[in-house]
């Protein structure tokens, strides 16, 4: 059973940045792809970022292409989403999971486990 467990959400201005991390516990971290999904009120939860288990390979949706970065440090066990130039439209529950493939993977359904979440609000 893999525990994952968020830090870094917040508040923040628009145009600011901030950095989430996930940090596992119970598993063999590098045998993990890792990715990110966020859920805005009334939405369903969406894709972000998503991190191979060696972090060599990485996939960004479109709208947030250019201003966040997904990075890992397998020696932590852990991911990080870099967000720089936030918008309002940020603004969400932020979800970090993790799928028992090395694999990157960008649905939902690819994936194992998954954290409580992180509120990031971006204010106008």
């Known amino acids: 059973q893999v525990h994952l467990v968020e830090s870094g959400g917040g508040l923040v201005q628009t145009g600011g940045s901030l950095r989430l991390s996930c940090t596992a516990s119970g598993s063999n971290f590098n045998e993990n792809a890792m990715g990110w999904f966020r859920q805005a009120p009334g939405k369903q939860r969406a894709f972000v970022a998503t991190i191979s288990g060696t972090g060599i390979s990485t996939y960004l949706t479109d709208s947030v292409k250019g201003r966040f970065t997904i990075s890992r440090d397998n020696t932590r066990n852990t991911v990080y989403l870099q967000m720089n130039s936030l918008k309002p439209e940020d603004t969400a529950i932020y979800y970090c999971?993790?799928?028992?493939?090395?694999?990157?993977?960008?649905?939902?359904?690819?994936?194992?486990?998954w954290g409580q979440g992180t509120q990031v609000t971006v204010s106008a």
């Open positions: 999971a993790a799928r028992n493939d090395p694999r990157y993977e960008f649905h939902e359904t690819g994936y194992n486990y």
